[in-house]
Structure formats: structure tokens, C-alpha cells
Nanobody, 123 residues
Framework: EVQLVESGGGLVQAGGSLRLSCAASGFTFDDYAIGWFRQAPGKEREGVLCISSSDDNKYWVDSVKGRFTVSRDNAKNMVYLQMNTLKPEDTAVYSC????????????????WGQGTQVTVSS
């Protein structure tokens, strides 16, 4: 059974940092791209960034470039989303999702999802 479990969310002040983790199991982790998506209240879920099976990073939200980075540890089946200089507009539920080896920006191209973790940035 494929499982993706996010952790690390919480409440942080603007300008602070958080590191989210995505723990994967039930599939050949090394062969899959992992995307990070977020859904803010009243908004549609959007793709934020992704790391491919070959460690290529794709950013789909310009506002996070220079602030968010994604990395993976294949030995631990983990993906990490480091979020720095957080802003109130980053407040959302963050979810990780898995698909084939390459990154894609839309939710429909991902097969498996975690339950999400809440990130709240106060001003």
C-alpha cells in the first residue's frame, strides 16, 4: 500500500522558517517524483514545487523561489520542503504527492497523496 505522510507544519511568525517532511512507503521511492502542493482557504490546490527522481527541482510558484527548497533522501524514503522567510500568504495545507519519474504541475497527474499538514504564518 502506497503511503505518504507529511509532518512538520505549524504556526510560525512571518519571516520564520519551517521544514516539512514527507515520508513515503509502499513503492519504489527512488523512481518517483514527489510534488508539494498547497491549498489555502477558499482557493484551489496549487502545485508549489517538485523534485524528480533524478533530483531536478521544478518551481511552479514564482513567489517561493529563493525561499523554498526541496530535497530528498532516497535512503530514508523522505522528501523535505525547507521554507524560509515565510509570509502570511504561504498559509495553507501542504501536501506531498507521488507520480512517475518527472515532475508535472497539475494535481491530476499525481497518483498518490498524503493527508496534508497545516502551515499558518502570522503577520
Amino acid at each position: 500500500e502506497v503511503q505518504l505522510v507529511e509532518s512538520g507544519g505549524g504556526l510560525v511568525q512571518a519571516g520564520g522558517s519551517l521544514r516539512l517532511s514527507c515520508a513515503a512507503s509502499g513503492f519504489t521511492f527512488d523512481d518517483y517524483a514527489i510534488g508539494w502542493f498547497r491549498q489555502a482557504p477558499g482557493k484551489e490546490r496549487e502545485g508549489v514545487l517538485c523534485i524528480s527522481s533524478s533530483d531536478d527541482n521544478k518551481y511552479w510558484v514564482d513567489s517561493v523561489k529563493g525561499r523554498f527548497t526541496v530535497s530528498r533522501d532516497n535512503a530514508k524514503n523522505m522528501v523535505y520542503l525547507q521554507m524560509n522567510t515565510l509570509k502570511p500568504e504561504d498559509t495553507a495545507v501542504y501536501s506531498c504527492a507521488a507520480r512517475g519519474s518527472s515532475c508535472r504541475p497539475t494535481i491530476y497527474e499525481y497518483d498518490d497523496w498524503g493527508q496534508g499538514t497545516q502551515v499558518t504564518v502570522s503577520s
